[in-house]
């Protein structure tokens, strides 16, 4: 049964630590998306990657997210330094191939304290 | 910044009555589709409309879009509990069809 997994699923963490969340999409999908969903601004887009390039990071705080595809099964997003502001939950979706649907990991729930 | 925007925000309806989302977008786009979440869920897809299609059906779900009112509605019939969630669309922009972009989303509680 393919999914994307994302690890950790809870990261609590204090202001000012560097933060990395992963995810395994689903095998031979070329397009990889992250996004951060909060009750004020909803599902925002931070990143995606095509055939492992980035296409668009413009909906992140370039400071201090970076997001890399360092091969085909593997997407990292990394805060560094984190803020109580980027409390949240981070999604990481994948899909095959422009007009076909996105399937989403679990999520990572985020708390910087 | 978000594309779409979902009418209502919130609606409430009893068992076995059908309940309808309206979705609106901005700007062109190559495709819609609908995900729903359960709560601290991740989404999942429901359906996807291309275009230049008008109609689209999968069990008790019916999408509809229309490209000139840049619209798009999301019908389920004969609610059941289990359809209790919230309902997202989502738009590919013509301008970059990689990308997709969710609405803000309706909670859809059915009543027993």
């Known amino acids: 049964d393919a999914r994307v997994t994302q690890t950790p699923r809870d990261k609590v963490t204090e202001m000012g630590q560097e933060v990395t969340m992963r995810c395994q999409p689903i095998?031979?999908?070329?397009?990889v998306f992250w996004y951060r969903q909060t009750m004020m601004q909803g599902l925002e887009l931070l990143a995606y990657?095509?055939?492992?390039?980035?296409?668009?990071d413009s909906g992140m705080p370039k400071d201090r997210f970076s997001a890399e595809m360092p091969d085909a099964t593997l997407a990292t997003l990394k805060i560094q330094p984190s803020e109580p502001r980027d409390s949240a939950v981070y999604f990481c979706?994948?899909?095959?191939?422009?007009?076909?649907?996105?399937?989403f990991g679990q999520g990572t729930r985020l708390t910087v304290v | 910044s978000q594309q779409g925007e979902e009418d209502p925000q919130a609606l409430s309806i009893q068992e076995g009555e059908n309940a309808t989302m309206n979705c609106s977008y901005k700007?062109?786009?190559?495709?819609l589709q609908w995900y729903r979440q359960n709560s601290g869920r991740g989404l999942v897809h429901l359906i996807l409309?291309?275009?230049?299609?008008r109609e689209k059906h999968s069990g008790r779900l019916r999408v509809t879009l229309d490209t000139s009112k840049k619209s798009s509605s999301l019908l389920i019939t004969a609610s059941r509990a289990a359809d209790t969630a919230s309902y997202f669309c989502?738009?590919?922009?013509?301008?970059?069809?990689?990308?997709?972009?969710f609405g803000s989303g309706t909670r859809l509680s059915i009543r027993p």
């Open positions: 979706a994948s899909r095959a191939d422009m007009n076909t649907e996105a399937f």
């Open positions: 095998l031979g999908h070329n397009t």
């Open positions: 990657f095509r055939n492992r390039a980035p296409l668009d």
């Open positions: 700007t062109s786009i190559n495709n």
């Open positions: 409309i291309r275009s230049n299609e």
């Open positions: 989502a738009t590919a922009p013509g301008s970059s069809a990689s990308k997709i972009i």
